[in-house]
């Protein structure tokens, strides 16, 4: 295994994972808070109910599923798995800032002849800089340093392993060399806590953020 | 004593229990990090003492293996 190979995985998956969990919750949220009905209503509580289902209850299932889909075993496969997982937290945090923002000005990129999705990327996505820098703060910690799914997932080829479950390799059932699962692991979490040190002063401005409507 | 001096002493109570809290969390990772570092005897020797000498070898054969 070469640390590169195992670094560019990390970086796919954790790439595809982000960008799908900032564009479809942020975009979701944006939805759900401009159009209130009780259909909306029953949507967002349909959205953010998975934050309650523990990972580990349908791990199983989940496996099958992506087996059926082929999407076991794929780097690709696992960053879109991340989505269904980040999704309902980043909803709910966009959600709960999108209320700080009036309608007005949504209202008045209509009256300049903004669709609905011309508006959200050139007008309100921008208003969520902080919010976003939050959840890709959050997710990148999740996802660079999670274990379970990988193990789960893409374990069962070293092309596509992540730098988590190649520290895991030097751990055996008789011998394990701790001197290299320690460096390893080091150079795992490494990245991760340096993109935590360059971005945490806007975690605690983006998880504040829509805490005081008005 | 007055009631300002009890806040004070509850502040510095409160402090010297957060700094504790704060090593506990803390001490697993500087053991990671220490032990990263030393070499294989040592680690598993004494696995909380500092390392004699660094052992940089296990960092390059850890990027390559």
Known sequence: MNYWSLFSNNVIITVIGIAGIVFFSSFTAYILDRRQNKYTKFIHTLVITPMLIPFQTIMITLLKVMNVLHLSGSIWGLGIQYWGFGIPMATFIYFNFLKTIPHEIDESAKIDGASTIRTFFSVIFPLLKNVTITVVVLDVMWIWNDFLLPLLMVNSNSKTKTLVLSAYTFVGQFNTQWQYAMTAMVLAIVPSIIVFVLLQKYIVEGVVAGAVKG | ?65
Request: no cysteine.
């Open chain 2, 1 to 65: 004593m007055t009631r300002s001096t009890k806040r004070r002493l509850g502040l510095i109570l409160i402090e010297i229990i957060v700094v504790i809290v704060g090593i506990i969390y803390i001490y697993p990772v500087f053991l990671m990090f220490m032990n990263s570092v030393k070499p294989f005897r040592e680690v598993v020797t004494d696995v909380i003492a500092l390392p004699t000498r660094l052992a940089w070898e296990t960092t390059a054969t850890s990027l390559t293996r």
